[in-house]
């Protein structure tokens, strides 16, 4: 497997920018990462500056693969949740660049992620993918187990209805 560099991402220069850019491609190329296509660079650079910030209260972590200097792709380790629920984490925003994809890049990121939960002392991982073109296929490879799907869930970014897959996994020493 390749070997990508994997850092969690601060809103330094340019990091900002290249996690717009790889928002873009991903929503332009159908992913379903909560947004709808064309997406501007303006809320692109928004998303960036929310997610990161919220990075900097310790809300969650965003990692980043790097394949050299280029950010190629990103996963979202969601710690700020509910006070009934101090021991699950929330994985989300999964990118990959098209040039990136089917390399071990994911793989490597929901591996980081998940030594990360555990290291916050969660024992419970969640996530959610679309139903058609999600990546269920990895997370499924990766040990989360399908809880079952809701129809008709949320907008494909190019239009039209998707039901999106519930997934948990069992981590740390709940495993």
């Known amino acids: ?6 850092k969690p991402l601060a809103d330094e220069p340019g990091i900002r920018d290249a ?7 991903t929503v332009a190329s159908g992913g379903s990462v909560s947004f709808m296509h064309p997406l501007s660079p303006d809320d692109a650079d928004t998303f960036g500056q929310d997610s990161l910030g919220a990075a900097a209260r310790g809300e ?3 990692l980043g ?3 050299g200097n280029d ?14 629920q101090p021991h699950r984490a929330e994985i989300a925003k999964m990118m990959t660049r098209l040039t990136h994809r089917n390399r071990g ?19 419970l991982l969640v996530l959610d993918t679309a139903e058609e073109d999600g990546a269920a296929p990895l997370y499924e490879k990766m040990g989360f187990q399908l809880s079952g799907l809701i129809p008709d869930y949320a907008l ?14 069992r981590i740390g020493a709940a495993t």
């Open 71 to 84: 950010l190629v792709a990103t996963v979202t380790l969601l710690l700020k949740l509910p006070p009934n």
């Open 156 to 169: 494909k970014p190019h239009g039209g209805l998707t039901g999106t897959l519930i997934y948990w996994k």
């Open 19 to 25: 996690l717009s850019e790889l928002l873009i491609e």
């Open 105 to 123: 890049v994911a793989t490597a990121l929901l591996r980081a992620a998940e030594q990360l939960a555990i290291a916050h002392g969660r024992t």
């Open 1 to 6: 497997m390749p070997h990508f560099a994997i």
């Open 65 to 67: 693969a790097f394949d």
């Open 60 to 62: 969650r972590i965003v």
